[in-house]
């Protein structure tokens, strides 16, 4: 019998034919990647009560690569997408800085225009001006003229003509006057145009800067959203041993409770009343000596150990030197003391897989599948952590590697037969 999943995931609620999602980009974060993983991790379990570890070894090697990939890839989108939303935001600054030039301009050029206007009907009334009093001019010459021949008298009237002229030409100089100060004005408000747009370009970069400055506040801050992650994946694992552990300490009362009610016997009235009570032989050598205080505290102390001992060993490794400077210091001591190079014979050794320098660092989904299987044994009191006794820990044992073509193939084969 085929074994079927309780709920469905959340990848699998976006394939239901008929829903809202089905047009959409379909799209997982690293918290939904970590619920998938928790989700499988529960399920395995099930599968491990039922029929045993060895059952499901191969698969949970392929399910753990494939859950790997997806973390990675979920990753990659979350930065892409990051970096797609800056860039967006910076083309939207750019667009809006390009519309307000582009309107600055045609307001100058609009201003330019006018002012052009301005100047040329001003020219055009200047030189019509110019040219009636140059005809007025050559008008009183002719005049002067004649009355020169006549040799008449000036009269009243060449007077006032005299005066109406001069009354011009003040008139006229005034105007000129008048439009050169419009103009000195027009080109006083050009100058504080440009300083205001010289002030706004300063404002621009400033919140350009301020942008940036956010954005990477923005990136800490999901740096520090992952961290939190790894460390809610690590709590979770640790309550659920906490809770089988209290389980199993549950089920070993009431067995415990069960055979002290089998063996309490009726015939003597002076039996001692055992019930809620744990007997126990005192030559046993497996009975009990610890509260479940105690064994709490003891399990607290031993992942504080372990903890400082990968903190010792990180430390090792970062002063351990490496292999090609370990070989060439090896091989500069044996020139050193034979003054020879000898002659190697035979092919080199193989760098063994589980090397320390070889080792990476674990992915949050492998973390969380070895706190589900593999530390839980060792917390519910099973010593057998080598890869012979327990097959779980021979999958964590070895390196992560990348799934390959062949692998994928024969994983999603083996769906489909179990579907």
């Known amino acids: 019998m085929p074994y079927i999943l309780k709920r469905p995931l959340p990848f699998e609620m976006d394939s239901v034919p008929g829903s809202e999602s089905d047009d959409s980009d379909v799209s997982m974060t690293l918290v939904e990647v970590y619920d998938v993983a928790s989700e499988i991790g529960k399920e395995f379990e099930l599968l491990i009560q039922k029929y045993g570890p060895d059952a499901i070894a191969g698969l949970m090697t392929k399910v753990i690569g494939v859950l790997e990939q997806l973390e990675k890839h979920s990753s990659k989108s979350d930065r892409d997408s990051s ?28 201003e330019l225009e006018i002012l052009e206007d301005t100047w040329r009907q001003e020219c055009r009334e200047l030189s019509d001006v110019i040219s009636r009093l140059q005809e007025e001019n050559r008008r009183l010459c002719v005049s002067l003229k004649e009355r020169e021949n006549t040799k008449t008298t000036p009269t009243n009237t060449a007077e006032d003509e005299l005066e109406s002229v001069i009354a011009k030409y003040n008139r006229l100089r005034e105007l000129v006057d008048k439009q050169r100060d419009q103009i000195r004005s027009k080109e006083k ?10 002030t706004i370009k300063g404002r621009n970069d400033r919140l350009g800067e301020t942008v940036k ?22 709590l979770q694992a640790q309550i659920q041993d906490q809770s089988r552990v209290i389980t199993a300490l549950k089920k070993q009362l009431t067995l415990a409770a069960k055979e002290v009610e089998d063996m309490q ?6 039996v001692p009343d055992l019930r809620n009570k744990v007997v126990y032989d005192l030559d046993d050598p497996g009975r009990p000596r610890f509260t479940v205080a105690e064994l709490k505290d003891l399990l607290q102390e031993r992942n504080d150990l372990k903890v400082k001992v990968q903190e010792l060993e990180d430390e090792l490794e970062k ?10 210091s090896a091989n500069t001591e044996e020139d050193a003391g034979n003054g020879e190079d000898l002659p190697v014979q035979g092919p080199m050794p193989y760098e063994p897989e589980d090397a320390p320098w070889r080792r990476k660092e674990e992915s949050g989904i492998r973390k969380l599948f070895r706190k589900l299987f593999v530390d839980r044994n060792t917390q519910t009191g099973e010593e057998d952590e080598s890869p012979k006794g327990n097959p779980l820990a021979a999958i ?12 994928s193939s024969s994983f999603l084969s083996s769906l489909k037969c179990a579907d």
């Open 189 to 198: 408000d050009l100058a504080m145009k440009t300083v205001e747009l010289e």
């Open 83 to 110: 970096l797609i939303n800056e860039l967006r935001s910076t083309l939207v600054n750019m667009e809006n800085d390009k519309h307000e030039k582009a309107a600055d301009r045609q307001k100058f050029e609009k």
């Open 213 to 234: 400055e956010i954005r990477k506040r923005q990136k800490q801050a999901a740096a520090q959203i992952r961290s939190l992650l790894d460390d809610r994946a690590e």
């Open 265 to 270: 016997q009726p015939q003597s009235m002076f």
């Open 319 to 328: 002063y351990r030197p490496k292999p090609q400077e370990a070989i060439a």
């Open 396 to 407: 964590f044992s070895r390196p992560s590697r990348r799934l390959t073509t062949s692998t």
